[in-house]
């Protein structure tokens, strides 16, 4: 059997090295953290997460994000069964301890006997000796490595910048003016209904908040990033807020579904939210406050916020740059590059956003080498399931624009074929208004699982 070689331990090399060892292949994964650090990551752990420590809804009946944490469930994905074990609560999120998920993760890649990892730098395309490759090295590749792979593609690089969100000492946090509340009380695995901490501004603090992001001090961008796109998904406080004075209002700062018990006959005009980011309870993440403002500018402005003016900052926001393919274009439907199909490619880097998304390109890509590897054709997931519809997308699912329209996408319904809409409930009952769009959702769900029951089947039977 071929040994399988994976360039990057995130959490899409993580994954495609876990799912290939499992099904008996050797793995060599190489990461180059331990000798050489990122932009972004503290640590040299698989599965390092460097920007929120949430993997967003896990209702699997009536989102695709939820949808997709349960098939990869039922693939026996590392990356899901280390996140369960270390969830904290988040509402209806699943959410994660960083330091303890990427602990568990890298202590179970390290004690699998087909899997050796190797810490060091890989500086180029690898040679034809190495056989099956798949490079996962995601938003942070290195400027060598992603020089060669840009002449084995002889495409022009995309990229985005992708923005990491404050994390706050809880204890530093004033609760005569900050409450307790998930937004409209809902309750999530693990939680109460009262999962984030919330702060509420008036009209006047919200104008003073969003003059302040304006004029404070960013980050120095180098002259090839200035016209790097953002992606809509995780764009930072200062550019929503550059887009329309109220853009922050109806974002990350929407005062809906939520009320100040300090004041319950008052409305916010605003509200910032702060999520658990560890088991301890002691650190919390400022929700979708991800910024380029300058450290020094930072901490003045957040403490603008009310319940903020004494906080203390556990780590501040920041930026970096992601790279990433145009896949519809360069990939096969096996994930391999056209023009040299020794290599495959994994997670973020093939134009998919989100954690749970690269970890699930990873899942799929460790399987179809795998398969290959002893000689065979790895098969794909139907387009009915959340993992078929994100591998359709990045392969052939994109409609040409012409330059640049391909960009990162997160897993959505959109994505998936149609299905009937349903007209009556369990009971019997016609379905009315907005419950024909979860009556639809949780219709497109229950035949993922189901096709994807079928599909896991016949893939074992073929093993």
């Known amino acids: 059997m071929t040994k399988i070689h994976i360039i990057g331990a995130g959490l899409a090399g993580s994954e495609a090295a876990w799912q290939a060892a499992e099904v008996g292949c050797d793995v060599v994964l190489h990461e180059m953290r331990g000798v050489?650090?990122?932009?972004?990551?503290?640590?040299?752990?698989?599965?390092?997460?460097?920007?929120?420590?949430?993997?967003?809804?896990?209702?699997?009946?009536?989102?695709?994000?939820?949808?997709?944490?349960?098939?990869?469930?039922?693939?026996?994905?590392?990356?899901?069964?280390?996140?369960?074990?270390?969830?904290?609560?988040?509402?209806?999120a699943l959410a994660v301890d960083r330091e303890g998920f990427a602990e568990a993760v890298t202590r179970a890649l390290e004690s699998h006997p087909r899997i050796e990892i190797v810490r060091e730098e890989i500086e180029g395309l690898p040679p034809e000796e190495w056989g099956p490759t798949i490079i996962a090295t995601g938003p942070l590749t290195s400027e060598s490595l992603a020089a060669d792979i840009l002449k084995a593609t002889s495409e022009d690089e995309l990229a985005f910048f992708d923005a990491i969100a404050p994390i706050v000492y809880k204890d530093s946090i004033d609760f005569s003016k900050a409450w307790f509340q998930s937004r409209y009380d809902k309750v999530g695995p693990g939680g109460d209904g009262k999962d984030y901490i919330n702060l509420p501004l008036d009209e006047d603090q919200y104008n003073a908040l969003?003059?302040?992001?304006?004029?404070?001090e960013k980050t120095d961008f180098k002259e090839w990033e200035?016209?790097?796109?953002?992606?809509?998904?995780?764009?930072?406080?200062?550019?929503?807020?550059?887009?329309?004075?109220?853009?922050?209002?109806?974002?990350?700062?929407?005062?809906?579904?939520?009320?100040?018990p300090h004041n319950p006959t008052v409305k916010p005009h605003a509200i910032v939210?702060?999520?658990q980011d560890n088991a301890l309870g002691t650190l919390y993440n400022m929700v979708g406050f991800q910024t380029k403002l300058k450290y020094g500018a930072q901490g003045d402005v957040l403490r603008m916020i009310p319940g903020l003016e004494k906080a203390r900052f556990a780590r501040l926001g920041g930026i970096h740059r992601n790279t990433f393919l145009n896949s519809p274009r360069l990939l096969d439907e096996q994930l391999r590059l056209k023009s040299r199909p020794q290599f495959r490619?994994?997670?973020q880097i093939t134009g998919v956003e989100g954690y749970l998304e690269s970890a699930a390109i990873g899942m799929l890509t460790g399987r179809l080498a795998a398969a290959e590897a002893v000689g065979g054709e790895g098969s794909l997931p139907p387009r009915t399931?959340?993992?078929?519809?994100?591998h359709h997308h990045i392969?052939?699912?994109?409609?040409d624009g012409g330059k640049g329209s391909f960009q990162p996408m997160n897993v959505n319904f959109g994505l998936f074929p149609p299905i009937e809409q349903p007209t009556r409930d369990a009971e019997g009952n016609?379905?009315?208004?907005?419950?024909?769009?979860?009556?639809?959702?949780?219709?497109?769900?229950?035949?993922?699982?189901?096709?994807?029951?079928?599909?896991?089947?016949?893939?074992r039977q073929a093993a």
């Open 226 to 260: 200035k016209t790097t796109q953002y992606f809509d998904g995780c764009l930072p406080i200062e550019e929503m807020a550059r887009r329309g004075r109220e853009t922050l209002r109806f974002g990350p700062m929407k005062p809906v579904g939520l009320t100040n």
């Open 385 to 390: 399931t959340a993992l078929g519809a994100l």
């Open 395 to 399: 392969t052939e699912g994109h409609l």
């Open 210 to 216: 969003l003059d302040a992001i304006l004029e404070g």
């Open 273 to 275: 939210q702060l999520r």
């Open 430 to 459: 016609r379905i009315k208004g907005k419950e024909k769009g979860r009556a639809r959702k949780k219709a497109m769900s229950m035949r993922a699982l189901a096709d994807l029951a079928s599909w896991l089947g016949e893939t």
């Open 36 to 92: 050489r650090g990122t932009e972004a990551h503290q640590t040299d752990r698989c599965a390092e997460l460097v920007c929120s420590n949430s993997f967003r809804s896990d209702d699997h009946e009536y989102n695709a994000v939820g949808l997709l944490h349960e098939e990869m469930r039922r693939c026996g994905s590392l990356i899901l069964r280390e996140a369960d074990t270390h969830k904290l609560p988040a509402g209806g």
């Open 345 to 347: 490619f994994a997670g």
